[in-house]
């Protein structure tokens, strides 16, 4: 009779460097200190406890408490968090801490460029789903926009609402092809997945004389872009309406726009193939889309692990959700102009970008 003892086979033990090991463990530190800062700061901006900051000069905790009427030893603790992330600056000999202008411009100056307190709103809705989707990790189903926590909308148009005034009328709508001519003229505009409407604002206010119209496919998000089409007095030239991408009615628009959007729609092809069927002849697309390398390696960055996160989290479980093709947040070029080519557009190219976005323009 054969021995049934078992034996434990003997695995070598890995060769460890312990200085690549402790660099490592550093990482991990630093990425649950900033976790943990993003919920933090985003109380920062609902509490107004950096617009108390903002200008104002060193401060106690005490002060800062009082100021904003929060509790004072919640506010002690808050500003330890924050000087230990480096956003705020402390003296330890008068014990007050300061918000640095610069700082205060990008945490509380909802007018500026550099505006980012919206980022934090966004991050934090974004958490709030990792149960969904890692039943999404193994069962392979999406999680529809609409199914997020309500921060993602406000958030997504307060942190995407800086950049668009910075660069849509000056920089992005320039770099596509006749887009400012007919604009200047009187044109129709679609814009496609419109959200709270913001991009369709900013272009409606640059361009008095042209009539657009936004659709999106959350009825939530449409009712809040009419009101705000309504505070803005454009209410008589802007129109949003609930809509599918891909079945969104009107022809002959002289400018059919994505902004942010094309890669979390589950049928990409089919909305350019609906925006194909309903441009003027001579009208023009202009996609634009979060900033993504070429090649896999070119997304190992910062602004890659973002807007990767985010492709985890909410544009790829949307699209999953919603179609058959999941573009995500980090689309090559070559995927989008895949995407284009099969909705029938003979040209398809990347015309601008910045550090956050591309820029396409898409033609007959």
């Known amino acids: 009779m054969k021995d049934q003892t078992h034996t434990t086979s003997q695995v070598a033990t890995p060769a460890i460097n312990p200085q690549k090991l402790e660099s490592f463990l550093g990482k991990v530190i630093n990425d649950l200190g900033a976790t943990l800062g993003t919920s933090l700061a985003?109380?920062?901006?609902?509490?107004?406890?950096?617009?108390?900051?903002?200008?104002?000069?060193?401060?106690?905790?005490?002060?800062?408490a009082q100021k904003t009427k929060t509790d004072e030893r919640y506010v002690r603790e808050w500003l330890i968090n924050q000087a230990a992330g480096g956003y705020l600056e402390y003296d330890a000999t008068q014990q007050k801490y300061?918000?640095?202008?610069e700082h205060a411009v990008a945490l509380t100056s909802e007018d500026s460029p550099y505006y980012v307190a919206g980022g934090f709103?966004?991050?934090?809705?974004?958490t709030r789903a990792v149960e969904?989707?890692?039943?999404?990790?193994?069962?392979?189903?999406?999680?529809?926009?609409?199914?997020?926590?309500?921060?993602l909308f406000q958030g997504t148009e307060r942190f995407f609402k800086p950049s668009y005034h910075g660069n849509l009328l000056q920089n992005w709508l320039p770099a596509v092809e006749g887009a400012v001519e007919k604009l200047q003229k009187g044109a129709k505009v679609a814009d496609i997945g419109a959200g709270h409407g913001i991009s369709t604002l900013i272009m409606a206010q640059g361009f008095p004389g042209s009539r657009f119209y936004g659709f999106d496919n959350h009825k939530p998000s449409v009712e809040r872009a009419n009101e705000i089409a309504r505070q803005e007095g454009v209410g008589d030239r802007v129109e949003f309406k609930v809509a599918s991408a891909q079945e969104f009615p009107g022809e002959d628009y002289d400018l059919i726009t994505y902004f942010d959007c094309l890669h979390d729609m589950g049928d990409p092809v089919g909305a350019l193939k609906r925006a194909y069927q309903a441009l003027a002849p001579d009208g023009v697309v202009m996609v634009v889309e979060p900033m993504a390398g070429r090649?896999?390696?070119?997304?190992?960055?910062?602004?890659?692990?973002?807007?990767?996160?985010?492709?985890?989290?909410?544009?790829?479980?949307n699209a999953i959700a919603s179609g058959p093709y999941a573009l995500g947040t980090v689309a090559s070029d070559d995927a989008l102009a895949e995407v284009a080519t099969k909705a029938?557009?003979?040209?398809?190219?990347?015309?601008?970008?910045?550090?956050?976005?591309?820029?396409?323009?898409g033609k007959k």
């Open 295 to 317: 090649k896999t390696e070119e997304n190992f960055n910062p602004v890659g692990r973002v807007y990767s996160g985010a492709s985890v989290l909410c544009c790829t479980p």
């Open 132 to 151: 969904r989707i890692a039943e999404g990790f193994r069962t392979g189903k999406g999680m529809l926009w609409g199914e997020h926590h309500h921060n």
């Open 98 to 101: 300061v918000l640095p202008d």
């Open 344 to 361: 029938g557009f003979t040209s398809f190219k990347r015309v601008t970008e910045t550090p956050f976005n591309r820029v396409f323009q």
């Open 42 to 64: 985003l109380l920062g901006d609902q509490l107004g406890l950096y617009k108390a900051m903002a200008f104002a000069g060193p401060m106690t905790y005490q002060e800062l």
């Open 121 to 126: 709103q966004s991050m934090n809705a974004l």
